[in-house]
């Protein structure tokens, strides 16, 4: 029996449920916390509340704060702050400079979501730092444009390490897993491609249970889809690094920033974007 997982409404209900014997801050936002969490499955919900409980007593506090719930969403996204990992200065800077990268091309494309949060504190997923987008509500639908600004705002962490440091790292290698599937998937399934139109090449099979994928056609068209896929990933990363170049002087405010704080907010970023604009 399929159970698909809750959307935006059935995450704040699922919130309240599992909140009941917990004793909340006034100013708590379930809503706030269920569009961060979105994606989450009830059991994912529930262990967000028991980690702001947790971390609520670790502080010495009775009542979970709205800081306490946010914490607990990235927990079980990236897993737990690794305090004793400790990066190099040059290390930092990559990350710094990886992280402005996405939210600075974020920022500078319509229809993306906000960038709620920025942070270059090492988790136990394995991730250095990761910038998190919250959409405003659930998005059940995506246009070409949006997946094409999606796919250039994950290439964005990746442009700014070239044109910052005059390399490349392995920082990126999650970023080009979900551009590659985007850019896959328009090509494949979303008849978002020129070349092949509304036609199918790609089937999901056993969609409940892995999800594994197949292409319906011959060699020489899966050639032709890998070069298509191709040029996709390399035009948003064409596109990325123009609005990085025509940004440079916030891309190093906003890093050094980060890099004093650790952790900004989207409207520290924001703030500080907004205001080198005058």
Same mark, same amino acid.
């Given at each position: 029996? +399929?159970?698909? %997982? ?49 971390? $609520? ?34 290390? @930092? ?9 996405? $939210? ?17 504190? +090492? ?35 990746? $442009? ?79 596109? $990325? ?8 002087? @916030? %891309? ?27």
């Amino acid at each position: 029996v +399929p159970v698909e %997982l809750p959307d935006l409404v059935g995450r704040e209900a699922i919130l309240r449920v599992h909140s009941k014997k917990t004793r909340l801050a006034d100013n708590v936002d379930l809503h706030a916390i269920a569009r961060m969490a979105a994606g989450a499955s009830g059991a994912e919900l529930a262990n967000i509340i028991n980690e702001g409980a947790l971390r $609520a007593v670790r502080n010495g506090r009775r009542i979970v704060t709205q800081a306490d719930l946010e914490e607990s969403v990235e927990v079980v996204i990236a897993g737990y702050q690794k305090k004793n990992a400790v990066l190099s200065p040059k290390e @930092k800077m990559t990350v710094a400079y990886h992280e402005i990268g996405h $939210a600075l091309v974020a920022a500078k494309q319509t229809n993306s979501a906000p960038v709620q949060k920025i942070t270059i504190i +090492p988790r136990t997923s394995g991730a250095l730092g990761y910038t998190m987008q919250v959409e405003q509500q659930d998005k059940y639908l995506m246009t070409k444009e949006e997946i094409q600004n999606k796919i250039a705002t994950l290439t964005g962490g990746r $442009a700014a390490e070239e044109i910052v440091t005059g390399t490349i790292s392995t920082g990126a290698s999650n970023d080009i897993e979900q551009a590659t599937r985007l850019a896959r998937g328009m090509i494949t399934r979303y008849g978002m491609s020129e070349e092949f139109g509304m036609v199918a090449l790609e089937t999901i099979n056993n969609q409940y249970l892995g999800g594994d994928t197949s292409l319906a056609c011959s060699n020489e068209t899966a050639t032709k889809i890998d070069a298509a896929v191709v040029a996709v990933v390399k035009q948003a990363h064409e596109k $990325a690094v123009g609005i990085i170049r025509e940004n440079m002087n @916030k %891309l190093d405010e906003i890093a050094q920033f980060l890099l004093e704080k650790e952790t900004i907010t989207g409207e520290e970023f924001m703030e500080i974007l907004n205001r080198t604009e005058e």
